[in-house]
């Protein structure tokens, strides 16, 4: 164990209490423990505060900081949480920091998985695993990209988190996914590695609102991060085979058509938005072969 990468967490938590307990435990009993884990509380209320802080004060590596009250919550705010949390270690000596939920759990050797996946190759820039539901569904890998990582525990090298500027700071949210594709843009690998899982306490996305809503809301999300609109589709018709079914994929359609209607301002710039769209198209030509050829390249098959 000592071999593996120095490594430190930052975990974002806000109005946790129900849960961040559970995350806790799962932490405490790695075999490979971070050199310093920072649980920064984004305007807590219920008890939060109180939980973080009574286990600091048990144990050294485990340290709590708050962040500037705020009434709305939102993905920018986490962004801010772990941009701010990252810069005051500044002057720490480690290779490697993950952001974690606080409300997820793994197994005694999750950490020292990734950092092995991370020591195996110098341009991972990012790594991490599926995750499953409390009702135990988990994605699909053979249709979604093993190049994106959930943000649900997202461990970046430490060069490749600086080298991107952290988290943008979206509202909207997919920060996670917008930090992937930044570090793509740069050169860097991001990989999921499904032969290790952790479990979502929740249902992801309904923090504040039922899961149709939160599809919905999905869908929204998918827009501001310059989803194609054929990838859209297909994502919309993959998401009618989960349940409920017609319901969960009419919501994501739905809340993409929404913010297209309204011509919805992006927050990331155009660059990115051709860069991820250029991915998607290059990954359903790659399921579904020649049929999604441009026409120039069909015509050119067809006089051969």
Same mark, same amino acid.
């Given at each position: 164990?000592?071999?593996?990468?120095?490594?430190?967490?930052?975990?974002?938590?806000?109005? !946790?209490?129900?849960?961040?307990?559970?995350?806790?435990?799962?932490?405490?009993?790695?075999?490979?423990?971070?050199?310093?884990?920072?649980?920064?509380?984004?305007?807590?209320?219920?008890?939060?505060?109180?939980?973080?802080?009574?286990?600091?004060?048990?144990?050294?590596?485990?340290?709590?900081?708050?962040?500037?009250?705020?009434?709305?919550?939102?993905?920018?705010?986490?962004?801010?949480?772990?941009?701010?949390?990252?810069?005051?270690?500044?002057?720490?000596?480690?290779?490697?920091?993950?952001?974690?939920?606080?409300?997820?759990?793994?197994?005694?050797?999750?950490?020292?998985?990734?950092?092995?996946?991370?020591?195996?190759?110098?341009?991972?820039?990012?790594?991490?695993?599926?995750?499953?539901?409390?009702?135990?569904?988990?994605? &699909?890998?053979?249709?979604?990209?093993? &190049?994106?990582?959930?943000?649900?525990?997202?461990?970046?090298?430490?060069?490749?988190? !600086? !080298?991107?500027?952290?988290?943008?700071?979206?509202?909207?949210?997919?920060?996670?996914?917008?930090?992937?594709?930044?570090?793509?843009?740069?050169?860097?690998?991001?990989?999921?590695?499904?032969?290790?899982?952790?479990?979502?306490?929740?249902?992801?996305?309904?923090?504040?609102?039922?899961?149709? /809503?939160?599809? @919905?809301?999905?869908?929204?999300? &998918?827009?501001?991060?310059?989803?194609?609109?054929?990838?859209?589709?297909?994502?919309?018709?993959?998401?009618?085979?989960?349940?409920?079914?017609?319901?969960?994929?009419?919501?994501?359609?739905?809340?993409?058509?929404?913010?297209?209607?309204?011509?919805?301002? /992006?927050?990331?710039?155009?660059?990115?938005?051709? @860069?991820?769209?250029?991915?998607?198209?290059? /990954?359903?030509?790659?399921?579904?072969?020649?049929?999604?050829?441009?026409?120039?390249?069909?015509?050119?098959?067809?006089? /051969?």
């Amino acid at each position: 164990m000592s071999e593996l990468l120095p490594y430190v967490v930052i975990t974002p938590a806000r109005n !946790e209490a129900e849960r961040i307990e559970q995350t806790m435990y799962a932490m405490l009993r790695q075999r490979h423990l971070p050199l310093l884990w920072l649980i920064v509380s984004d305007g807590s209320t219920d008890g939060t505060d109180e939980i973080v802080r009574r286990h600091a004060a048990q144990t050294p590596w485990i340290r709590w900081m708050r962040m500037p009250e705020r009434a709305e919550r939102h993905f920018a705010g986490k962004a801010q949480a772990f941009n701010t949390a990252l810069a005051s270690m500044r002057t720490m000596d480690f290779a490697a920091v993950a952001c974690m939920d606080a409300d997820v759990t793994f197994e005694p050797d999750y950490f020292a998985f990734l950092l092995e996946k991370l020591a195996s190759d110098e341009k991972f820039g990012i790594i991490g695993t599926p995750y499953c539901e409390t009702s135990g569904e988990i994605y &699909d890998y053979r249709y979604v990209s093993l &190049d994106e990582v959930s943000g649900i525990c997202q461990l970046f090298r430490r060069t490749c988190v !600086e !080298e991107i500027g952290g988290y943008m700071l979206s509202k909207g949210g997919n920060i996670d996914t917008i930090a992937c594709l930044s570090a793509r843009m740069k050169g860097w690998k991001t990989r999921t590695f499904p032969e290790m899982t952790c479990t979502h306490l929740r249902t992801t996305g309904t923090a504040q609102h039922g899961l149709l /809503r939160a599809r @919905f809301n999905e869908g929204k999300r &998918d827009y501001l991060i310059g989803n194609h609109p054929l990838w859209q589709l297909f994502r919309m018709l993959y998401q009618m085979r989960l349940r409920p079914f017609l319901l969960r994929g009419t919501a994501i359609g739905a809340g993409f058509a929404w913010s297209a209607l309204r011509a919805v301002e /992006r927050p990331v710039p155009i660059d990115l938005i051709a @860069f991820r769209r250029k991915e998607q198209m290059q /990954r359903l030509r790659k399921i579904f072969g020649r049929g999604l050829q441009p026409a120039n390249s069909m015509h050119e098959a067809r006089t /051969r």
